[in-house]
């Protein structure tokens, strides 16, 4: 009986999938690295020069990226406990099954199905000067001529296009929660609130650290709604770690630094995950 | 009959239906601008229904030919890249659910490395990829990286499913004499209907409103999706916002019409990997 037989099969499902996967992801993931120790030059024919760390030494002196991170860190505080805490209230709310159920889970799932431009446009309209918002709370604020005033805008946006994805997967883990014990405890005595406390949130500990973790890689790659509503007017100063990177790349060529902010970028994420996870264990057991 | 509502039931309702409002206004005054003419898309106070109305932004999407290729580019590449993803992501994820090999677990890890690297950190590569290999500028080369960028996730969901399928199934058919392949035609597929549908509606949406990647490598305007169309309505002075909006609604009707009918799948696809694990 020949060895490899045995595993021509497997090889012929997963090789077509791994291949494509191999050439357009892993493959550009290890050309990230490459480029960014380079002066890389997309001219054809143009000779890209060897320069080590020179980019990464940029990086950490550029005044600017420190201003793009502190407005991704602005946006990921101001964004991920509102979609959390939110989105865990609506689940509560609606996780008695009524006729209204399935009536208000689509109305808050609405704007995660739509597409980043179509409510980022949105948002940009209704936060026009002349738009609905100022008009509603009877404002004459300006709120993309400066910097803190932009950023209410684009962080509302994050907030209100990502309830609906936390609030069904609070909907589906609060399922899971054990009815028994929520019984148990009311006939201890506890209230709604210690019951909350007690019962529920330590049940959808997981959920509640996959939800984090996930919001939190979200908040760092927040690109479309910055680029798409600002632009990183006025002057730059909306920028967001991905605008900078895009427009260095893109706009001023600079392909080896776009790539090392992108590395550095990829890091920090890692290294964010890999903290989240380990204090969220460390809760779960002390 | 009539239904009493204790206060605290009518403090939840009331509490939901106030949340309610504030997701659907702005979708509700886009339908509304989307019927304004130019002048009266800023006006103060506000026009919640249009007075005059007017069809004319509509005419101008739907009649005037531009618009209509975004959006056959935009249902071509999203259908094509599904299609493609959805069945190499089927045939890798029942290659690892199936069978023993070696480097099964090296390989399926490395998979996962996909779905922690977001999509944008690797545009600058794959730009300089598309480019070397002649993809710059066309639709093709959306649909490839979209392809690729789709398949660590599909795979994922896919292997649970298939795992979960009984062996037995698997074993009778071989015995009656079936190929590896009419296995996974005939049996496999059919039975994973319901997964095949989660990630295939994933795949569809992510790929409708790409919006980057679209940006960075589409150059000439025959070759734009709708995401980047309508993005580019924006001028430098004033935009026709009843255009965009028009515009817009065209382009996310089939996406919530999609969302409507297969809910349920929904629920499916994002427990599947949150709660599960």
């Known amino acids: 009986m020949s060895h490899w037989r045995q595993y021509l099969a ?5 090789a077509p999938g791994f291949l494509v996967f191999t050439v357009f992801v892993l493959y550009p993931m ?17 000779v890209s020069t060897f320069i080590g760390l020179t980019n990464y030494l940029r990086a950490v002196s550029d005044e600017h990226l420190w201003l793009s991170l502190s407005n991704s860190g602005v946006y990921m505080l101001f964004t991920v406990p509102p979609q959390i805490a939110l989105g865990l209230g609506v689940a509560l709310l609606l996780q008695k099954s009524s006729p209204a159920q399935p009536f208000f889970r689509v109305l808050y799932y609405l704007p995660v199905v739509t597409s980043w431009v179509v409510v980022t446009l949105l948002f940009k309209y209704l936060f026009a ?43 589906a883990a609060l399922q899971g929660v054990p009815n ?37 890689i979200g908040g760092l790659n927040v690109f479309t709604s910055v680029q798409a509503m600002t632009d990183s007017a006025p002057g730059g100063s909306t920028d967001v770690v991905l605008t900078y990177m895009y427009r260095e790349t893109f706009k001023f060529l600079d392909f080896g630094y776009g790539s090392a902010i992108a590395v550095l970028l990829t890091l920090l994420v890692f290294a964010l995950s890999a903290i989240q996870l380990r204090f969220f264990r460390n809760e779960a057991t002390a | 009959m009539t239904r009493r509502f204790s206060p605290a039931e009518a403090l939840r309702l009331t509490t939901l239906a106030v949340g309610a409002l504030v997701m659907i206004t702005p979708f509700l005054y886009m339908v509304s601008t989307s019927f304004k003419a130019q002048q009266y898309v800023l006006k103060v106070p506000p026009q919640f229904i249009p007075d005059p109305a007017t069809l004319s932004n509509y005419e101008r999407v739907l009649v005037r030919g531009d618009f209509v290729q975004y959006f056959l580019n935009s249902a071509m590449v999203a259908v094509t890249a599904t299609a493609i993803s959805v069945l190499l992501s089927a045939m890798m994820a029942y290659g690892f659910a199936r069978y023993r090999f070696p480097g099964r677990e090296w390989l ?10 977001p999509a944008l950190m690797l545009i600058v590569p794959q730009f300089v990829l598309a480019k070397w290999l002649g993809l710059i500028d066309t639709l093709w080369g959306l649909i490839v990286f979209y392809v690729a960028g789709n398949l660590a996730l599909n795979t994922f969901l896919l292997r649970g499913f298939f795992e979960a399928l009984p062996q037995e199934l698997d074993d009778a058919m071989q015995i009656d004499g079936a190929t590896d392949w009419r296995r996974f035609i005939g049996l496999a597929l059919p039975l994973a209907r319901p997964a095949l549908a989660t990630a295939a509606i994933f ?6 409103d790409e919006y980057a990647w679209a940006l960075t490598a589409i150059t000439s305007p025959q070759n734009k999706t709708l995401p980047i169309a309508i993005a580019l309505l924006q001028g430098p002075k004033g935009t026709q916002w009843g255009l965009v909006f028009a515009a817009s609604i065209v382009a996310i009707l089939p996406v919530i019409a999609v969302f409507l009918i ?9 427990t599947a990997g949150a709660v599960k694990g």
């Open chain 1, 180 to 216: 028994s014990l929520l019984e148990a405890a009311k006939i201890d005595g506890a209230n709604p609130w210690q019951r909350f406390l007690n019962v529920t949130i330590p049940a959808i500990w997981p959920t509640i650290a996959f939800v984090t973790i996930m919001l939190v």
């Open chain 1, 30 to 46: 290890a050309q990230a690295v490459l480029m960014s120790v380079y002066d890389y030059k997309i001219v054809a024919g143009a």
């Open chain 2, 108 to 117: 399926f890890r490395i998979l996962l490395l996909g779905l922690m690297i």
């Open chain 1, 10 to 14: 497997p090889a012929l499902f997963v």
């Open chain 2, 262 to 270: 297969f809910q349920r799948h929904f629920v499916q696809g994002l």
């Open chain 2, 203 to 208: 795949t569809f949406l992510a790929t409708w």
């Open chain 1, 129 to 171: 000067d002349r738009g609905l918002i100022n008009f509603l709370l009877g404002l004459h604020v300006s709120w993309f001529s400066e910097r803190w005033t932009a950023m209410v805008a684009i962080c509302a946006l994050g907030v209100w296009k990502g309830i609906g994805w936390s609030m069904m997967i609070f909907i």
